[in-house]
């Protein structure tokens, strides 16, 4: 009711406030609905039968592959995507996707060697309590241009590295691998949390599965932050500079033994003064006939 006249809003009316044209609001209410919009409504409600019954699981490649096929209309990327925004649809799947990559990656990325008010906790009180574990890029060859990825996985309390792998890249499978040969290699014993960075590697499905098979706590950095995983950085670094910075492998047969020569100094001959002065597997022993 319009409280100026005390009637119904007439058309003049709705013309003004909606500021249009008298001319323009006949030329709509006149026009005829095209034959591609009357083939957009079908489409529409083709979508929005199909994915009712799937829920929502299809995106904009699966309806246009869907519809050309069981539909008597051919349809393009684009056309279905402008149908679709039309129809306020979406696809369900694409943003659960993302959601469940998130929490998985927000389970995953717990740090457990770091609280704001404490720091970083490098040093437990025993050994097999935490480990830490990375890779890392050698070259060699005549040119010096071949690689080999380095995993290695070192013991927080003394630093000894308790075991390394050697393959071509580095995949799920080296760093599962690297594992499985520290356990053996301390008589079965497992730490009880092992820190890695988050690359691909240690937040793939195979690596995760073996860790909670074997009650391993997995304990991950935060995103782009090097120095929570500082142990191995400074392994690296350490292995690099002091020797192989001197030792040139030409073959990846000579380069393994390189590895295998600097690890055993790392453990056996370089003493570190945050150890007492011992080496690693001296202070490793030492705890261990503390422990006995």
């Not at 594992?179 to 008589?187: D, G, Q, T």
């Not at 793939?204 to 995103?223: C, K």
């Not at 670094?237 to 073959?251: I, N, T």
């Given at each position: 009711?319009?409280?100026?006249?005390?009637?119904?809003?007439?058309?003049?009316?709705?013309?003004?406030?909606?500021?249009?044209?008298?001319?323009?609001?006949?030329?709509?209410?006149?026009?005829?609905?095209?034959?591609?919009?009357?083939?957009?409504?079908?489409?529409?409600?083709?979508?929005?039968?199909?994915?009712?019954?799937?829920?929502?699981?299809?995106?904009?490649?699966?309806?246009?592959?869907?519809?050309?096929?069981?539909?008597?209309?051919?349809v393009s990327h684009g056309?279905?995507?402008?149908?679709?925004?039309?129809?306020?649809?979406?696809?369900?799947?694409?943003?659960?996707?993302?959601?469940?990559?998130?929490?998985?990656?927000?389970?995953?990325?717990?740090?457990?060697?770091?609280?704001?008010?404490?720091?970083?906790?490098?040093?437990?009180?025993?050994p097999n309590k935490v480990?830490?574990?990375?890779?890392?890029?050698?070259?060699?060859?005549?040119?010096?241009?071949?690689?080999?990825?380095?995993?290695?996985?070192?013991?927080?309390?003394?630093?000894?590295?308790?075991?390394?792998?050697?393959?071509?890249?580095?995949?799920?499978?080296?760093?599962?691998?690297?594992?499985?040969?520290?356990?053996?290699?301390?008589?079965?014993?497992?730490?009880e949390i092992l820190h890695?960075?988050?690359?691909?590697?240690?937040?793939?499905?195979?690596?995760?599965?073996?860790?909670?098979?074997?009650?391993?706590?997995?304990?991950?950095?935060?995103?782009?932050?090097?120095?929570?995983?500082?142990?191995?950085?400074?392994?690296?670094?350490?292995?690099?500079?002091?020797?192989?910075?001197?030792?040139?492998?030409?073959?990846?047969?000579?380069?393994?033994?390189?590895?295998?020569?600097?690890?055993?100094?790392?453990?056996?001959?370089?003493?570190?003064?945050?150890?007492?002065?011992?080496?690693?597997?001296?202070?490793?022993?030492?705890?261990?006939?503390?422990?006995?």
């Amino acid at each position: 009711m319009n409280p100026d006249s005390g009637k119904p809003y007439g058309i003049s009316d709705a013309c003004r406030i909606l500021e249009i044209s008298r001319s323009a609001y006949y030329k709509w209410t006149h026009r005829k609905v095209t034959a591609h919009e009357l083939e957009n409504q079908a489409i529409l409600a083709y979508i929005i039968e199909l994915e009712e019954k799937n829920h929502y699981i299809f995106g904009v490649k699966r309806l246009m592959t869907y519809i050309n096929a069981e539909t008597p209309y051919h349809v393009s990327h684009g056309r279905v995507r402008r149908i679709m925004r039309q129809g306020h649809i979406q696809a369900s799947i694409r943003v659960a996707k993302h959601d469940r990559k998130a929490e998985k990656k927000e389970f995953l990325l717990t740090n457990k060697l770091y609280t704001a008010d404490v720091g970083h906790a490098f040093h437990p009180i025993a050994p097999n309590k935490v480990w830490v574990t990375d890779c890392s890029e050698l070259t060699y060859g005549k040119d010096n241009k071949q690689k080999l990825r380095l995993s290695a996985v070192k013991d927080l309390y003394d630093h000894s590295v308790i075991a390394w792998f050697v393959a071509p890249t580095e995949t799920a499978k080296l760093v599962t691998d690297t594992i499985k040969v520290a356990v053996k290699n301390n008589n079965g014993a497992k730490p009880e949390i092992l820190h890695s960075d988050q690359g691909s590697s240690y937040t793939s499905g195979v690596y995760n599965t073996y860790l909670v098979g074997e009650g391993i706590d997995h304990s991950m950095s935060r995103p782009g932050t090097p120095g929570d995983n500082s142990p191995m950085e400074s392994l690296w670094s350490h292995l690099k500079v002091e020797r192989f910075a001197f030792e040139y492998a030409l073959s990846e047969i000579e380069m393994m033994k390189n590895i295998e020569a600097a690890i055993n100094w790392y453990n056996d001959e370089r003493r570190q003064e945050t150890l007492n002065g011992m080496t690693p597997m001296e202070y490793r022993n030492h705890a261990v006939k503390e422990i006995a």
